[in-house]
């Protein structure tokens, strides 16, 4: 019998490294690697364009049942971003920038916007063969995922992550303004009402403060591996 593809949820706060383990454990696995992040982020970018401010729940929530937003691997074997369309359009790379981040975070929290785009992510995962990564992927989205990682570090250490992250793409932007953003972003995440960032109680945590994302990566593939194996038996 061969193994059932499996639901991966990888959960955790900003800056833990879930984009790049999410991306490599697809790849090892040959699996579609979901970016459920670049979803609210696209809001984001189009609330900010339509001039929506981000705290008026019932716009953003119209909002965001009015947007198509597509995700799109080039290459199933490739670890790089995901090309990002919104409304037919190309925002890979406008996504990305600390603006567009801090704003996600804020429309992430609005309990309509949830609804509409969660909707979308169960969609994309119902099948299996995914691994889906975000803040509530294993306590809300897919609450039966066969395999839940909660992925964190230290504070400090997500921030040097971020903060290396906007340095390679030029963006003029300081240590410790990054930690104090961590740390907000954290506060945010724990206290939003709507699917706050919580660990399943049933998910591995792992704490990659000293590891390398492809330790990491092995770890969760190896996890996966027992677990397809142990079902299909």
Sequence with gaps: MTARKLIIAID??????????????????????I????????????????GVP???????????????ID???????????????????????????????????????????????VAEQRRAGE????VMEGRDIGSVVFPDAQLKIFLTASPEIRAERRWREHQQKGDAIDLARTLE????????????????????KDSVVVDSTAMEAEEVARLVV?????LARGQAS
């Design 54 to 68: 981000l705290e008026a729940s019932k716009e953003l929530a119209s909002l965001a049942s009015e947007t198509r």
């Design 181 to 200: 953003e961590v740390h907000e972003r954290d506060r945010r995440d724990r206290e939003r009402a709507s699917s706050p960032l919580v660990r399943a």
């Design 222 to 226: 190896l996890l996966a591996n027992e």
């Design 71 to 117: 995700l799109r691997q080039q290459n199933p074997a490739a670890e790089g971003p995901q090309q990002v369309l919104l409304d037919g359009e190309d925002v890979t790379a406008l996504i990305r920038s600390p603006e567009v981040a801090q704003a996600a975070s804020k429309v992430a929290m609005v309990a309509g916007v949830r609804k509409v785009l």
């Design 127 to 130: 099948l299996g063969g995914v």
């Design 12 to 33: 955790g706060p900003v800056g833990s490294g879930k984009s790049t383990l999410a991306r490599r454990v697809a790849a090892l696995m040959g699996y579609t690697y």
């Design 35 to 50: 970016d459920t992040g670049a979803m609210y982020r696209s809001v984001a970018l189009k609330a900010q364009r339509r």
